[in-house]
């Protein structure tokens, strides 16, 4: 691959990746109700309702599931490796190969967003333990489901928490047991 090759998949990859993380989003502070007045969630939701508003009305939202952001962060990653393949090989890529494909990055993403919520999350309470920050509450309202029932088990001793460790190795075991395998598929498949 040569530079100007390199650089158009650079382009295309950081394009896609920060729309797909914008619905990401959307998604998951829907699932896990963050207060719609924070001003992170007003951003993202404003940025995303263009898109999704009009696709509710045949994607419906199913207990806090958002199906149609679902199907544009499916969308919008197969249609990014379509673009990748194009661009490396100049054939043209078995779509079932790139649907399965994006499924597998799908799931990496969410796995990878709440390994960084977390790790933020332990990070701001370092520095300002406190509370009141936007992003904070949101990291919190994310993060909660994964850490509240490791917390029961491994309760913070002498004000140290150390229940973030376990639930990290558990995403990752997740995402080298789910991902690397689906991937691996869609990639065959896809011809890439």
């Known amino acids: 691959m040569n530079s100007t090759e390199q650089a158009f998949e650079f382009l295309i990859n950081a394009a896609f990746d920060a729309a797909i993380l914008l619905f990401l989003f959307r998604f998951i502070l829907q699932i896990v109700q963050v207060d719609y007045y924070n001003p992170l969630t007003q951003f993202i939701v404003k940025y995303t309702k263009p898109i999704l508003k009009p696709l509710s009305n045949i994607l419906p939202t199913i207990k806090g599931w958002n199906l149609a952001a679902l199907a544009v962060m ?3 990653e197969s249609i990014k490796i379509y673009l990748n393949i194009e ?3 100049g054939m043209m ?3 079932l190969g790139i649907l399965i494909w994006a ?3 799908l799931i990496y993403y969410f796995l ?3 390994l960084f919520a977390i790790l933020g999350l ?3 309470s370092w520095v300002k333990p406190t509370g009141g920050n936007a992003l904070m509450e949101i990291l919190y309202k994310i993060t ?3 850490m509240r029932p490791v917390r029961r088990v491994i309760p913070p001793m002498g004000g140290i928490d150390i229940s973030p460790i376990p639930v990290l190795i558990g995403l990752k075991f997740l995402s080298i047991l789910l991902v690397e395998p689906i991937v691996t598929v869609g990639m065959r498949l896809a011809g890439s």
Do not use: E, F, Q, S
């Open 93 to 95: 890529p078995n779509i």
């Open 122 to 124: 332990a990070i701001l």
């Open 74 to 76: 499916l969308l919008l």
């Open 87 to 89: 661009i490396a090989t």
């Open 112 to 114: 990878h967003l709440y």
């Open 144 to 146: 909660m489901p994964l």
């Open 103 to 105: 499924v597998g990055d």
